[in-house]
Every structure is written in C-alpha cells, then in structure tokens.
Nanobody, 120 residues
C-alpha cells in the first residue's frame, strides 16, 4: 500500500515562499509520476506539478511556471515543491499524489493534504 505524507503548508504573505515535502513509501513500481495537485473551496482539483520517476522530467501548471519547482530525493523517498512568489490565488489544499505516469489524468494514491494560505 502506497502511503504519502505531506508537510510544509502554512500561512504566507503574497510574494512569500513555502516548501512542501512529501515522504512516500510502499511503491511497487519503479515507473510512475509523483507530484502535487491542489483544490480550493468551490473549485475543481487541478494538477500543479509532476516529476517522472524514470527520467526526472518535470511538468507544471502554466500558472505556476517560473515560480514553483518540483524536485525529488530518491534516498529519502521525498518529493519537494518549492513555491516562490506566492499569490492569493495559490491558496488551496495541496495534495501529494501518484499517477501511472505524469501524462496520465488519473491519480492513484494521494495523501491527507496540507493547507497553503496566501494572504496579507
């Protein structure tokens, strides 16, 4: 059973930064996509970023390109999302999640989520 545990959310002012972490365990395949999606109240879930386990290729939602960076530490089984220049519209619950590949639309496993609030 895959388990994903997120941390690092919080309250930050516009223009500020946060780093989210996701520790994963129980993976049975070496080939998958892992990343983050977010969901704000009253809005649909949207994929924010993904990194491929096979080649490290990264993918980003257009609205976060240039501001967010996804990375991974295979030794620690941890994926990070560095979020800079945060905007109020980035406010949401952020979930770490896996897919069969980053190009897939369907998430297979996800964590409990961590709240990110961008407000002055």
């Amino acid at each position: 059973q895959v388990q994903l545990v997120e941390s690092g959310g919080g309250l930050v002012q516009p223009g500020g930064s946060l780093r989210l972490s996701c520790v994963g365990s129980g993976f049975t395949s070496d080939y998958y996509g892992i990343g983050w999606f977010r969901q704000a109240p009253g809005k649909e879930r949207e994929g924010v970023s993904c990194i491929s386990s096979s080649d490290g290729r990264t993918y980003y939602l257009d609205s976060v390109k240039g501001r967010f960076t996804i990375s991974r530490d295979n030794v620690k089984n941890t994926v990070y999302l560095q979020m800079n220049s945060l905007k109020p519209e980035d406010t949401a619950v952020y979930y770490c999640a896996t897919k069969s590949s980053c190009k897939s639309r369907n998430y297979v496993y996800w964590g409990q989520g961590t709240q990110v609030t961008v407000s002055s």
